[in-house]
């Protein structure tokens, strides 16, 4: 599933291909694509121009020169293809945006759970999330307060976008092994020091996230994971064998020694 350091990495790729661009016609090619893409929506887009790209948490948006928004999220498959309008629909073609200089990016999902829609200038969406991991502004003592109005352990908390954009399974519990923290721990209980590892934590995680998105790209071996995936294999601080548990429904990794606590 692409986490942040993917979709960031799929902004600016977007944001290379069709910022300034004007887009000529935005098709939907798969049902769950048309009930947003309604012909009133294409009529609308097409002719603006795309003056800017930007991630929050993982959604795209695709900021119009009309004060319009188009809303990308990729969910567990989605990715950008971007090429000439002049080659054949690559597979799993789900929207395109065509671009009155020849290009387009064509939005594919092998899955067609990746979503598309359209939002007016005078109601721009509305996402309900928290800052983002890597802004400056959110300090140690910030993202405590933020992370103690949760019940429950620190690590599926770390997962509620209303507490932190973008942070998702895999990098939430590689932050708790940077930081050394227990996912059991209770979200709202750290200490102020232990809060300010824990977002180090992620930082780092989401740092080796980052180059990682780019040697997938280039089909090069990814950085490998601390605990993510690795149940059994030594822990690489203390040897220890990394462990699995079941959390919030989800299959989530940790070193028995490092986050005793
Ligand atoms: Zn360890």
Redesign the pocket.
């Known amino acids: 599933m692409p986490e942040l350091p993917e979709v960031e990495f799929a902004v600016r790729r977007l944001r290379r291909a069709v910022r300034g661009r004007v887009i000529a016609q935005l098709r939907a090619h798969h049902p769950s694509q048309r009930r947003t893409l309604t012909p009133s929506v294409t009529r609308a887009a097409e002719g603006r121009r795309i003056v800017e790209v930007v991630r929050r948490g993982k959604h795209q948006l695709l900021l119009l020169d009309d004060g319009a928004t188009l809303l990308v999220h990729f969910k567990m498959d989605g990715d950008w293809v971007l090429d000439r309008r002049d080659r054949a629909l690559p597979p799993h073609a789900r929207a395109t945006l065509d671009l009155h200089d020849g290009r387009r990016a064509v939005l594919v999902d092998p899955r067609a759970l990746c979503t598309i829609s359209w939002h007016a200038p005078h109601a721009p969406p509305t996402l309900d999330l928290g800052p983002e991991p890597e802004d400056p502004a959110l300090t140690p003592a910030r993202f405590r307060s933020r992370l103690a109005r949760k019940r429950g352990p620190v690590k599926p908390a770390l997962l509620d976008q209303s507490v932190v954009a973008g942070a998702g399974n895999i990098y939430a519990a590689e932050a708790c ?1 940077h930081a050394g923290i227990s996912l059991r721990a209770p979200a709202s209980a750290l200490s102020l020091a232990r809060a300010a590892r824990l977002l180090d934590g992620l930082r780092a995680a989401l740092g080796d996230g980052h180059v990682n998105a780019g040697r997938y790209h280039r089909g090069e071996r990814p950085l490998p994971f601390r605990v993510y995936d690795r149940e059994g294999q030594p ?6 064998r990394i462990r699995r548990i079941a959390q919030a429904g989800r299959s989530t990794y940790f ?5 005793a606590r």
Do not use: A, E, N
């Open positions: 092994w822990c690489d601080r203390c040897g220890s070193c028995p020694r490092c986050q």
